[in-house]
């Protein structure tokens, strides 16, 4: 059963969401102000946030970020009455991944929540191999052969990425959204010579099991050997 962490600060509404979620088959964790939901999100283990923007202690926005500094993954939907483009733009820079205005339509809520849970699916397992080559997000740790490949944190992550997911294309700009948020001073380039570096850590290793590959005008994609 998935964890969704609820928070919202009126009670009659957090309440209604919260039923509709169980109906869901989903588990609840709800909070009341930005403060708790913080508390909540670093010490319980949570599939996907929906979060409100006017919250007392600590804003939507400030929420999401505080988040993201030990959970870049996690999925965030925000739900709000504020609904210019400028708050818009300004729920995803912190960090969100989708954005419903209120009033909501609950049936469409459950379905971009699923469709969230589903992208994230790949990324949630918390160890893969291919090949002799493990990787574990838990322990931040990638073997291959039985020995320890040594990975700076960036590299890491992008190793986890490509192993989740073999075949699919990433662009730089989804790559640069997620691994170093969109506000950041990172480019194009700055993931070019990240994957340069990996690529170059993986031949040293001797890894033949998978390669990771440039589609050109597009992005990257691991593709097996095994």
Known sequence: MFNILLVEDDDNLRRLMATVL???RFNVIQAANGK???DLAENNHIDLMVCDIMLPEADGYEVTRSIREF???LPVIM???LET???KRKGFLSGADDYMVKPIDTDELIMRINALLRRAKATNERRITIGTLEIDMDSMTANYDGNALALPKK?????FKFMSMPNHIFTRSALIEELWRPDSDSDERTVDVHI???RERLDEAGVTQFEIVTVRGLGYKLIKHV
């Open 79 to 81: 739900v709000t009455a």
């Open 71 to 73: 959970n870049e993954s």
């Open 36 to 38: 708790d939901a913080i």
């Open 85 to 87: 483009l400028d708050d």
């Open 22 to 24: 169980r109906r869901s």
């Open 196 to 198: 340069k570096r990996l």
């Open 155 to 159: 590299e890491f992550f992008l190793l």
